[in-house]
């Protein structure tokens, strides 16, 4: 069964940086692609960004490209969210997700985590 725990949220003030962790569970972490989903206090959730395996492709959504970006160390199986110029809109619980494609994950928004908290100030 996959597990993942997320970490590093937090209250920070708009313009500033912070950067998510989070580890999973599972001996096939290395072939899978891994990202973040997000949701906004009273809202659905929405794909953030995923890479794929290998690292060389990645996807994000419009509203953070250019901010946002996802990477991985598969030795520590642990894929990172680093977030520049964090706006208010960006307030969410932050989770991270995995599977066999990048378009699965944008597609089923599954995660396991109890996420993670970010609160950006105005």
Do not use: H
Not at 17 to 46: M, Y
Not at 108 to 121: A, F, K, P
């Amino acid at each position: 069964q996959v597990q993942a725990v997320e970490s590093g949220g937090g209250l920070v003030q708009a313009g500033e940086s912070l950067t998510l962790s989070c580890v999973i569970t599972g001996n096939a972490f290395g072939s899978w692609a891994v990202g973040w989903i997000r949701q906004p206090p009273g809202k659905s959730r929405e794909f953030v960004g995923a890479i794929d395996w290998s690292g060389e492709f990645a996807d994000y959504v419009a509203s953070v490209k250019g901010r946002f970006s996802v990477s991985r160390d598969n030795a520590k199986n642990t894929v990172y969210l680093r977030m520049n110029s964090l706006k208010p809109e960006d307030t969410a619980v932050y989770y991270c997700a995995a599977d066999t494609s990048v378009n699965l994950i944008k597609r089923d928004l599954e995660t396991w985590g109890q996420g993670t908290l970010v609160t950006v100030s105005s």
